[in-house]
C-alpha cells in the first residue's frame, strides 16, 4: 500500500528524515511513534507531499507519489490531524460533504446522489448524523473530530493517515474513535497509518508499530517490539517498566516518574495499627504494601494499605462472598478498594500476632488457624468441602524490597512453612488419613513495604526466605495449638 | 430506522433547497424593485409611463408612446439607467470581491480594500486628475483605465512582497504585504492631495469619495467585462473557497490545489475591486456587510454566498445611491457615507442579534 525507500527529506537544507524504509500492507494498522521531534509529522507529510523529497521514493499503491495529481492523492490518501479549526460557521454536512471534494464532476461541480449517500452513510457510521444541521464550532471536542474523520471517510480512502487522531481527547472519546478506526479496518479492510503518542493504545490497536528516533527507525515489526524496554527507555529517556493487561495479552507500559519519591520515615513496628474486635481483624498500614495475596478481594499483585480478616459463622452462605465483604469493610469504614478480605470461622481471639526481627530485616505474622477441612493435597482421595471451621489464613508483612519475583518466591516459602507446621503438629487429612498440607481454604498474604535495597529471591536458600520460614512456622503451629485447645475444651 | 433517517434527511434536503430558491426569488427580485425604483425616483419628476416606455423602446424597440419630449428620454436613458447599471455592477462586484476576500483571507473583516488593489486604482486615478492628462484615443477612458492599470500594478507589488517573503502564498503574509501596499500608497495619494491646487484637490477628494453619477454608458461598458470575468472566476471556485475554511493543509489533503487556487480567486476578486474602484472610487462597507449579511441568511457556503453576495451588494448600492442624490436633493451626498450611515448601524445590528442567538442556541 505505502512503500518508502530510503527517503529523505524535510525541510531545506536540514533533513530530519534521515533514510527511512518501510512498507505498510494492505488492511494493515501501522503505529508510527517516537517522541517530540523526531520526525513523524515530518514524515506523514513528506507522504502527502506538502514538504520535499530529498532523496529516496515513495509509493502510494503502486505509484510514485509525484506522478500523482493532488485529487487522484486525494482519492487515495485521506488525512486526520489534530487541530481542528474551521472558518465560519459551516454546519456538521457541510464539513463532511467537503470531503467529497475529489469525486466531484462537472464545471461548477454539485454534489450527486452518489455523493450524499456516502455522506449519509459515513455520517451515520461516524454517529454525527444527529449534529448534522449544528455548526460545527457548536459540537464538543470529541465529535468534532468524528466530523472530521467522517469527512476523510468520505473521500473513500484506501489510505488513512492519522496524525494523533486523539490528542486531546478523553478516555472515552479516545477509544470510541480507535474503535471506529479498528472497525472500519477489520470490515472494509482500511488501511491505517498511525502517529499514536500514547504506547498502551497503540499496542492494543496497531497491528505493527515503527519507533522513530532522530529521523531513523529503530525498531519495526509487531507490537511485541514494546517488550524491548531498554530500547524505550533510551528513545523516551523516561523509565518504562513492562506491565500486563489483565485480560489482553498485548503488552502494556508503565512509566515511572523521575521525581524522588519520599520515603516513609516511621520504622516498620509504628507504621502499622491493628485493630481486633470479635467480628474482624484489621491492620492498617502508614503506606501501601506491594501485596501478593489470593484474599476474596484485593488478589494478585498489588499495592494496598488494608488487611482484614472477618469471623464468620461456620454456617456462612459463601454464594457471593466478595460482595459480603465490600459490604462489611464498608460498615466498618475500610476502604475496600485499598484491602485485602479474607474471612475464617475460627475465632479471633485465638489469632497469633507475632513481631520478630531476623538479620535486621522486621516481620510481623498474623495468623488464624483451624484445621477442620485439613487436606493432604497429594492424596487422591476427593474431600467434599464441609462446613466446619477450618481454614489457615496468614497474614505476613516484612519490611523489606522484593521483586515481583522474589514476591513469588516468598509466598513459596510462606506455604513451605504452614505445611512444616501442619506436618509437626500431626494434623491428618481425615478422609487420607494421611499427613495434611493445609487446608481447603487457606489464605496467604505477605506485604512487603518495599524500603531498602532490592532483593530479587526469598526462597529457603536466602535469609529473608529462611526468616520468613521461621515466623510463619512459629505462628501458625502456635495458632493449630490453641484451635486445637478451644477445640478439646468445648 | 436509516430508511427513515434517509427520508427525513432528504426532506430536509428539499426543503433547504426550497429555502434556498425562495432566497435567490427574494434576491432577484429586491434587485428588480431597487433599479425600478432608480429609475423612477429622482429630482426631476418624469411620469412612470413615460420612462417605461423610454426603458422599453430604447431597448426592445416596444414603445407604446408617439411623443416624448426629448430631454425626458435623454435624462431617463443617458443618465438615470447608466447610473442605476452602474450602481449595481460596482455593488455587484464589491458585494461578491467581498465575500471572495473573506472566504480566501479566512478573516470576517476582509473586504475588497484589504490587499491593497483598490489603493493602486485609486493612486492611479488620482494621477490623472492631478496632472489632468489624457491619454491619446482613450479620451474619458483615460481614468479608469490608468486605474485599472494602477489597481493591477499593486497587486503585482503584492504578490512579488509575497512571494519573497514566503514560498507558499501564506495568508498572513497576503494579508500583511496589502497592508504595507496600501499604506504606502496611500501615503503617495495624501501627498499627492496636499501637493494640488484647490481646483483638483476638490475633485481628488470628491472622486475618492466614490460617485456613480454622471458616468454614463461608457463607464458600465468598461465594468462589464470585468464583472463578468471575475465572477466567472470566482463561482468556478466556490468549492475551493469551501474548502480553505479548513485550513489549506486540511484544503490540501482533500485534493484541492490550494495554491492555484489562492491565486485565481485574488486574480478573480482584484479584477471585480480593481474595475469597481476605477468607475467609481472607493465605496466603502458594502464588500464588508453585504457578504456578511447573506452569510447570516444562507450559512457560510460559497456557492450561494457568492451569488447572493452579488445581487445583495448590486441592489443595496442601488439603494444608497437613492439615498444619496434625492435626501437633500437636488444636492448630492458622497454614496460611500450612505454606504456607510446604513451599513455601520446593520452590521451592529447583526452582530448584536447573531451573538443573542448563538447564546440562546
Same mark, same amino acid.
Given at each position: 500500500?505505502?512503500?518508502?525507500?530510503?527517503?529523505?527529506?524535510?525541510?531545506?537544507?536540514?533533513?530530519?528524515?534521515?533514510?527511512?524504509?518501510?512498507?505498510?500492507?494492505?488492511?494493515?494498522?501501522?503505529?508510527?511513534?517516537?517522541?517530540?521531534?523526531?520526525?513523524?509529522?515530518?514524515?506523514?507529510?513528506?507522504?502527502?507531499?506538502?514538504?520535499?523529497?530529498?532523496?529516496?521514493?515513495?509509493?502510494?499503491?503502486?505509484?510514485?507519489?509525484?506522478?500523482?495529481?493532488?485529487?487522484?492523492?486525494?482519492?487515495?490518501?485521506?488525512?486526520?490531524?489534530?487541530?481542528?479549526?474551521?472558518?465560519?460557521?459551516?454546519?456538521?454536512?457541510?464539513?463532511?460533504?467537503?470531503?467529497?471534494?475529489?469525486?466531484?464532476?462537472?464545471?461548477?461541480?454539485?454534489?450527486?446522489?452518489?455523493?450524499?449517500?456516502?455522506?449519509?452513510?459515513?455520517?451515520?457510521?461516524?454517529?454525527?448524523?444527529?449534529?448534522?444541521?449544528?455548526?460545527?464550532?457548536?459540537?464538543?471536542?470529541?465529535?468534532?473530530?468524528?466530523?472530521?474523520?467522517?469527512?476523510?471517510?468520505?473521500?473513500?480512502?484506501?489510505?488513512?493517515?492519522?496524525?494523533?487522531?486523539?490528542? /486531546?481527547?478523553?478516555?472515552?472519546?479516545?477509544?470510541?474513535?480507535?474503535?471506529?478506526?479498528?472497525?472500519?479496518?477489520?470490515?472494509?479492510?482500511?488501511?491505517?497509518?498511525?502517529? $499514536?503518542?500514547?504506547?498502551?493504545?497503540?499496542?492494543?490497536?496497531?497491528?505493527?508499530?515503527?519507533?522513530? /528516533?532522530?529521523?531513523?527507525?529503530?525498531?519495526?515489526?509487531?507490537?511485541?517490539?514494546?517488550?524491548?524496554?531498554?530500547?524505550?527507555?533510551?528513545?523516551?529517556?523516561?523509565?518504562?517498566?513492562?506491565?500486563? /493487561?489483565?485480560?489482553?495479552?498485548?503488552?502494556?507500559? $508503565?512509566?515511572?516518574?523521575?521525581?524522588?519519591?519520599?520515603?516513609?520515615?516511621?520504622?516498620?513496628?509504628?507504621?502499622?495499627?491493628?485493630?481486633?474486635?470479635?467480628?474482624?481483624?484489621?491492620?492498617?498500614?502508614?503506606?501501601?504494601?506491594?501485596?501478593?495475596?489470593?484474599?476474596?478481594?484485593?488478589?494478585?499483585?498489588?499495592? $494496598?494499605?488494608?488487611?482484614?480478616?472477618?469471623?464468620?459463622?461456620?454456617?456462612?452462605?459463601?454464594?457471593?462472598?466478595?460482595?459480603?465483604?465490600?459490604?462489611?469493610?464498608?460498615?466498618?469504614?475500610?476502604?475496600?478498594?485499598?484491602?485485602?478480605?479474607?474471612?475464617?470461622?475460627?475465632?479471633?481471639?485465638?489469632?497469633?500476632?507475632?513481631?520478630?526481627?531476623?538479620?535486621?530485616?522486621?516481620?510481623?505474622?498474623?495468623?488464624?488457624?483451624?484445621?477442620?477441612?485439613?487436606?493432604?493435597?497429594?492424596?487422591?482421595?476427593?474431600?467434599?468441602?464441609?462446613?466446619?471451621?477450618?481454614?489457615?489464613?496468614?497474614?505476613?508483612?516484612?519490611?523489606?524490597?522484593?521483586?515481583?519475583?522474589?514476591?513469588?518466591?516468598?509466598?513459596?516459602?510462606?506455604?513451605?512453612?504452614?505445611?512444616?507446621?501442619?506436618?509437626?503438629?500431626?494434623?491428618?487429612?481425615? /478422609?487420607?488419613?494421611?499427613?495434611?498440607?493445609?487446608?481447603?481454604?487457606?489464605?496467604?498474604?505477605?506485604?512487603?513495604?518495599?524500603?531498602?535495597?532490592?532483593?530479587?529471591?526469598?526462597?529457603?536458600?536466602?535469609?529473608?526466605?529462611?526468616?520468613?520460614?521461621?515466623?510463619?512456622?512459629?505462628?501458625?503451629?502456635?495458632?493449630?495449638?490453641?484451635?486445637?485447645?478451644?477445640?478439646?475444651?468445648? | 430506522?436509516?430508511?427513515?433517517?434517509?427520508?427525513?434527511?432528504?426532506?430536509?434536503?428539499?426543503?433547504?433547497?426550497?429555502?434556498?430558491?425562495?432566497?435567490?426569488?427574494?434576491?432577484?427580485?429586491?434587485?428588480?424593485?431597487?433599479?425600478?425604483?432608480?429609475?423612477?425616483?429622482?429630482?426631476?419628476?418624469?411620469?412612470?409611463?413615460?420612462?417605461?416606455?423610454?426603458?422599453?423602446?430604447?431597448?426592445?424597440?416596444?414603445?407604446?408612446?408617439?411623443?416624448?419630449?426629448?430631454?425626458?428620454?435623454?435624462?431617463?436613458?443617458?443618465?438615470?439607467?447608466?447610473?442605476?447599471?452602474?450602481?449595481?455592477?460596482?455593488?455587484?462586484?464589491?458585494?461578491?470581491?467581498?465575500?471572495? @476576500?473573506?472566504?480566501?483571507?479566512?478573516?470576517?473583516?476582509?473586504?475588497?480594500?484589504?490587499?491593497?488593489?483598490?489603493?493602486?486604482?485609486?493612486?492611479?486615478?488620482?494621477?490623472?486628475?492631478?496632472?489632468?492628462?489624457?491619454?491619446?484615443?482613450?479620451?474619458?477612458?483615460?481614468?479608469?483605465?490608468?486605474?485599472?492599470?494602477?489597481?493591477?500594478?499593486?497587486?503585482?507589488?503584492?504578490?512579488?512582497?509575497?512571494?519573497?517573503?514566503?514560498?507558499?502564498?501564506?495568508?498572513?503574509?497576503?494579508?500583511?504585504?496589502?497592508?504595507?501596499?496600501?499604506?504606502?500608497?496611500?501615503?503617495?495619494?495624501?501627498?499627492?492631495?496636499?501637493?494640488?491646487?484647490?481646483?483638483?484637490?476638490?475633485?481628488?477628494?470628491?472622486?475618492?469619495?466614490?460617485?456613480?453619477?454622471?458616468?454614463?454608458?461608457?463607464?458600465?461598458?468598461?465594468?462589464?467585462?470585468?464583472?463578468?470575468?471575475?465572477?466567472?472566476?470566482?463561482?468556478?471556485?466556490?468549492?475551493?473557497?469551501?474548502?480553505?475554511?479548513?485550513?489549506?493543509?486540511?484544503?490540501?489533503?482533500?485534493?484541492?490545489?490550494?495554491?492555484?487556487?489562492?491565486?485565481?480567486?485574488?486574480?478573480?476578486?482584484?479584477?471585480?475591486?480593481?474595475?469597481?474602484?476605477?468607475?467609481?472610487?472607493?465605496?466603502?462597507?458594502?464588500?464588508?456587510?453585504?457578504?456578511?449579511?447573506?452569510?447570516?441568511?444562507?450559512?457560510?457556503?460559497?456557492?450561494?454566498?457568492?451569488?447572493?453576495?452579488?445581487?445583495?451588494?448590486?441592489? @443595496?448600492?442601488?439603494?444608497?445611491?437613492?439615498?444619496?442624490?434625492?435626501?437633500?436633493?437636488?444636492?448630492?451626498?458622497?454614496?460611500?457615507?450612505?454606504?456607510?450611515?446604513?451599513?455601520?448601524?446593520?452590521?451592529?445590528?447583526?452582530?448584536?442579534?447573531?451573538?443573542?442567538?448563538?447564546?440562546?442556541?
Amino acid at each position: 500500500m505505502i512503500t518508502v525507500n530510503n527517503l529523505v527529506g524535510g525541510y531545506s537544507n536540514s533533513p530530519i528524515i534521515n533514510g527511512i524504509n518501510l512498507e505498510i500492507h494492505q488492511g494493515e494498522f501501522f503505529a508510527l511513534l517516537g517522541p517530540n521531534g523526531s520526525g513523524k509529522t515530518t514524515l506523514f507529510k513528506l507522504i502527502t507531499g506538502q514538504l520535499p523529497i530529498i532523496k529516496g521514493d515513495i509509493f502510494l499503491s503502486g505509484k510514485e507519489i509525484s506522478t500523482l495529481s493532488k485529487l487522484e492523492k486525494a482519492k487515495k490518501v485521506a488525512v486526520l490531524t489534530q487541530e481542528a479549526q474551521v472558518s465560519f460557521d459551516f454546519t456538521v454536512e457541510e464539513i463532511v460533504s467537503l470531503g467529497r471534494y475529489p469525486h466531484q464532476k462537472g464545471l461548477f461541480k454539485q454534489l450527486s446522489r452518489v455523493d450524499w449517500n456516502v455522506i449519509e452513510e459515513v455520517m451515520e457510521i461516524t454517529n454525527i448524523s444527529q449534529f448534522r444541521k449544528i455548526p460545527f464550532r457548536m459540537i464538543s471536542g470529541g465529535e468534532k473530530q468524528r466530523v472530521l474523520l467522517a469527512k476523510a471517510l468520505a473521500q473513500e480512502p484506501e489510505i488513512l493517515l492519522l496524525d494523533e487522531p486523539t490528542n /486531546h481527547l478523553d478516555v472515552k472519546h479516545t477509544f470510541q474513535m480507535l474503535d471506529l478506526l479498528k472497525e472500519r479496518q477489520q470490515s472494509m479492510g482500511l488501511t491505517i497509518f498511525s502517529i $499514536l503518542h500514547d504506547l498502551n493504545v497503540a499496542s492494543q490497536y496497531a497491528d505493527r508499530i515503527a519507533m522513530l /528516533h532522530k529521523g531513523c527507525f529503530l525498531e519495526v515489526g509487531d507490537v511485541d517490539n514494546f517488550r524491548k524496554t531498554d530500547l524505550l527507555k533510551k528513545v523516551y529517556e523516561v523509565d518504562i517498566k513492562l506491565g500486563s /493487561h489483565p485480560t489482553i495479552s498485548k503488552p502494556q507500559l $508503565l512509566m515511572t516518574p523521575g521525581y524522588h519519591q519520599a520515603e516513609p520515615c516511621t520504622r516498620f513496628e509504628n507504621s502499622y495499627q491493628i485493630h481486633q474486635t470479635k467480628e474482624y481483624i484489621h491492620i492498617q498500614f502508614d503506606h501501601p504494601l506491594r501485596t501478593i495475596s489470593n484474599g476474596v478481594i484485593g488478589d494478585g499483585i498489588q499495592w $494496598l494499605r488494608h488487611f482484614c480478616n472477618f469471623y464468620v459463622d461456620k454456617n456462612y452462605n459463601c454464594s457471593a462472598p466478595d460482595r459480603d465483604l465490600r459490604n462489611w469493610m464498608t460498615k466498618y469504614a475500610i476502604p475496600y478498594e485499598q484491602a485485602v478480605g479474607m474471612m475464617t470461622a475460627v475465632q479471633l481471639k485465638d489469632v497469633v500476632i507475632r513481631h520478630e526481627e531476623f538479620e535486621g530485616i522486621q516481620m510481623l505474622a498474623v495468623v488464624t488457624a483451624g484445621t477442620g477441612n485439613a487436606v493432604d493435597i497429594s492424596s487422591r482421595t476427593h474431600s467434599k468441602v464441609s462446613q466446619s471451621v477450618g481454614t489457615i489464613n496468614t497474614m505476613l508483612f516484612i519490611d523489606s524490597h522484593f521483586t515481583d519475583g522474589a514476591l513469588v518466591n516468598g509466598f513459596m516459602s510462606a506455604t513451605e512453612a504452614k505445611s512444616k507446621a501442619l506436618l509437626d503438629m500431626n494434623i491428618k487429612d481425615p /478422609h487420607s488419613n494421611t499427613i495434611a498440607t493445609g487446608t481447603s481454604t487457606d489464605s496467604l498474604l505477605v506485604g512487603l513495604t518495599q524500603q531498602g535495597e532490592k532483593t530479587p529471591y526469598a526462597g529457603s536458600g536466602t535469609t529473608v526466605g529462611k526468616a520468613i520460614g521461621q515466623i510463619v512456622y512459629e505462628a501458625t503451629k502456635e495458632a493449630i495449638q490453641k484451635y486445637l485447645q478451644r477445640v478439646q475444651t468445648k | 430506522m436509516k430508511e427513515s433517517r434517509l427520508l427525513r434527511s432528504l426532506f430536509i434536503q428539499k426543503f433547504l433547497i426550497n429555502k434556498i430558491t425562495w432566497l435567490y426569488i427574494l434576491s432577484g427580485g429586491f434587485v428588480l424593485s431597487t433599479a425600478l425604483l432608480g429609475v423612477f425616483i429622482s429630482s426631476v419628476h418624469v411620469p412612470v409611463p413615460t420612462i417605461l416606455h423610454i426603458v422599453l423602446d430604447n431597448t426592445f424597440g416596444w414603445g407604446w408612446l408617439n411623443e416624448v419630449a426629448r430631454n425626458e428620454e435623454m435624462i431617463i436613458w443617458n443618465i438615470r439607467l447608466p447610473r442605476v447599471l452602474l450602481a449595481f455592477f460596482v455593488g455587484a462586484s464589491l458585494g461578491l470581491a467581498g465575500a471572495a @476576500f473573506q472566504g480566501l483571507l479566512r478573516n470576517p473583516l476582509a473586504d475588497p480594500y484589504t490587499i491593497g488593489v483598490s489603493s493602486g486604482a485609486s493612486l492611479g486615478a488620482v494621477i490623472v486628475l492631478f496632472f489632468q492628462f489624457t491619454i491619446l484615443g482613450l479620451g474619458n477612458f483615460t481614468l479608469p483605465i490608468v486605474a485599472i492599470v494602477g489597481g493591477f500594478i499593486s497587486l503585482l507589488i503584492v504578490f512579488g512582497l509575497v512571494r519573497l517573503s514566503s514560498r507558499s502564498l501564506a495568508i498572513e503574509t497576503i494579508i500583511l504585504a496589502g497592508i504595507i501596499v496600501s499604506s504606502f500608497i496611500g501615503a503617495v495619494v495624501s501627498l499627492i492631495i496636499s501637493l494640488s491646487d484647490q481646483d483638483s484637490m476638490t475633485q481628488i477628494i470628491y472622486w475618492l469619495y466614490g460617485s456613480v453619477g454622471l458616468r454614463g454608458w461608457s463607464h458600465v461598458q468598461l465594468i462589464l467585462p470585468f464583472m463578468l470575468c471575475g465572477s466567472f472566476i470566482l463561482f468556478y471556485h466556490y468549492r475551493e473557497l469551501n474548502a480553505l475554511a479548513l485550513g489549506e493543509e486540511a484544503a490540501d489533503h482533500i485534493g484541492v490545489d490550494v495554491k492555484k487556487g489562492k491565486f485565481y480567486i485574488l486574480i478573480g476578486a482584484s479584477l471585480l475591486t480593481g474595475a469597481a474602484v476605477a468607475v467609481s472610487g472607493s465605496i466603502g462597507f458594502v464588500g464588508l456587510v453585504i457578504p456578511h449579511l447573506v452569510r447570516i441568511v444562507t450559512g457560510p457556503n460559497h456557492r450561494h454566498v457568492l451569488p447572493l453576495s452579488l445581487m445583495v451588494g448590486g441592489a @443595496f448600492l442601488i439603494v444608497a445611491d437613492l439615498v444619496s442624490r434625492s435626501i437633500i436633493a437636488p444636492e448630492e451626498l458622497p454614496i460611500g457615507v450612505i454606504t456607510a450611515l446604513i451599513g455601520a448601524p446593520v452590521f451592529a445590528l447583526l452582530l448584536i442579534r447573531e451573538r443573542v442567538g448563538g447564546e440562546r442556541r
